[in-house]
């Protein structure tokens, strides 16, 4: 997705609603295997779409990995490795726009704003020009602006639905929501548009790489040395000289100390800074008149991004900008040299000829540590506790498992990582496929894994029908819900 935030300034929609659209989307694919396209929301209240069947099953394998979403409407769509996560949204529980059609007239200004950005960086940035062809949707009244006449025959069918790069007409187009158009600041409509043009160019520059969600940032010590982490690169965009390099150490330091607690997740760190931290620093700086302005900007974001929820999907959003401004000013052209095997701070340690600080539990008392710990480790008694109501809820207790595939859509606020086991989301989910319906209100656990939903204290309504607190299922045709491996549990199958 693109750009975040503002700080204390308003510059932009609250990070952390944007952050947690972008959480909660990933979660829901993670069976995809692949680090995804967290697109983020102007305003609490969106839901997103699920990515329906027709998608390709993703692996950390990839296959068919040079696709974009297709834009054949009949057809099955697929995605690249970089972009698995075509943010797809429905918008319901929020104040709708008073005209949600799209505005010809605006559209027509967007595009120009954002090509005249890409003509003035002429391919200077990644050695490839970022330009391509636009279209902006809007799903509610099916209509749409586009930079260049659109392709003869359908449209492709998630034309305002996701902020993602898509196939049509033989051309690879940069797909937008109208809704994040209007409801945005400049800035973010710019970063936002320049993020998914720089998505469209990834595979050829050879930067799409898989990677998963990082579920130790949600523990105390992974937040905790995160947090300091953006600390130090602030106060290291903020200054010059030794300054910079000490900060630069500290923020080493601390990423250090965060990856040995952590070994098992370095890779899904570094993966997830090179396909979404790179899509957002490119919209960072190029939608920056000076690089002052792209400072100011991530700066803004390292502030805001301290607010959110949850880190587990979203760090790299935070963390992309400020490093590749740090290699900006310390490896010109490094931009040309990274690639997909690459970690950016290693790539600023090298640059700044630094080396992460001696004490990291010395260096985190220069950046409020004491007092930054207390609330964490308040944050975790309490997500303990709702942690273990939910245990008991979803994974104790009589459950009813159905396949995760289909479409539909969820509420975005408010959901908890069950750790090694999945995600449960909170108010409005609603998903089919061809296993049948669901709707639920109270809470679904979505499996770390993909591979199933869990809805608690199951009740038989009669052969096809399920119910419980607050959701029901409905099994299709050639389906069936029979005991599951569990005393009181059920699950739906396919009907031998």
């Not at 760090?315 to 040299?337: E, I, N, Q, V």
Request: aromatic share 8%.
């Amino acid at each position: 997705m693109n750009g975040r935030l503002k700080a204390a300034k308003q510059t932009r929609p609250p990070q952390h609603d944007r952050a947690q659209t972008r959480a909660i989307l990933n979660d829901a694919i993670v069976k995809w295997g692949t680090t995804l396209d967290y697109h983020a929301s102007e305003a609490r209240g969106l839901i997103q779409l699920l990515i329906g069947d027709g998608l390709t099953r993703m692996t950390p394998g990839v296959r068919d990995s040079s696709k974009n979403i297709a834009g054949n409407p009949g057809g099955s769509m697929q995605t690249r490795a970089f972009c698995l996560a075509v943010l797809v949204y429905l918008v319901t529980g929020h104040t709708q726009p008073a005209v949600a059609q799209v505005d010809q007239q605006r559209a027509l200004e967007y595009f120009k704003e954002v090509q005249a950005l890409c003509e003035r960086d002429g391919g200077r940035l990644w050695g490839v020009s970022l330009c391509r062809p636009m279209v902006i949707g809007d799903m509610r009244t099916r209509t749409m602006a586009t930079s260049q006449p659109a392709p003869e025959g359908a449209r492709p069918q998630v034309v305002g639905l996701v902020n993602a790069p898509l196939e049509w007409g033989g051309a690879t187009w940069g797909a937008y929501v109208w809704d994040f158009m209007v409801m945005g600041t400049p800035r973010f409509r710019k970063e936002l548009m320049l993020h998914e043009l720089f998505h469209a160019a990834q595979p050829q520059l050879g930067l799409s790489v898989p990677a998963l969600a990082s579920e130790h940032l949600d523990a105390v010590d992974g937040r905790y040395w995160l947090r300091l982490e953006w600390r130090a690169l602030a106060r290291a965009l903020r200054a010059s000289g030794e300054p910079r390099a000490l900060a630069v150490g500290d923020a080493l330091a601390f990423r250090q100390a965060r990856r040995m607690l952590y070994p098992g997740t370095v890779e899904s760190e570094r993966a997830a800074e090179i396909t979404e931290g790179l899509a957002q620093y490119t919209g960072t700086v190029l939608a920056a008149d000076t690089t002052a302005d792209a400072i100011a900007s991530a700066l803004d974001q390292l502030v805001e991004a301290e607010t959110q929820d949850s880190f587990v999907r979203t760090f790299a959003y935070t963390s992309g900008p400020a490093y590749g401004l740090l290699l900006d000013a310390s490896s010109p052209g490094w931009t040309r040299r990274v690639r997909s095997t690459d970690d950016l701070a290693s790539l600023v340690m090298r640059a700044l000829a630094v080396q992460p600080a001696a004490d990291a539990t010395a260096s985190a008392a220069r950046y409020g540590g004491p007092e930054l710990r207390a609330s964490e480790q308040r944050r975790e008694q309490q997500r303990q506790e709702r942690i273990a109501e939910l245990r008991r809820r979803f994974v104790d207790g009589p459950v009813l498992l159905t396949p995760a595939t289909g479409s539909g859509s969820f509420d975005s606020r408010g959901a908890v990582v069950i750790p090694d086991v999945g995600t449960v989301y909170f108010g409005a989910y609603n998903s089919s496929g061809g296993w049948g319906s669901l709707e639920a209100k109270n809470g679904v656990l979505v499996a770390s894994d993909g591979s199933s939903r869990r809805l608690s204290a199951p009740v038989r309504r009669d052969d096809t029908t399920f119910a419980g607190d607050g959701w029901t299922f409905k099994a299709a045709p050639g389906w069936v819900i029979r005991d599951g491996p569990r005393r009181g549990d059920y699950e739906v199958v396919r009907q031998p």
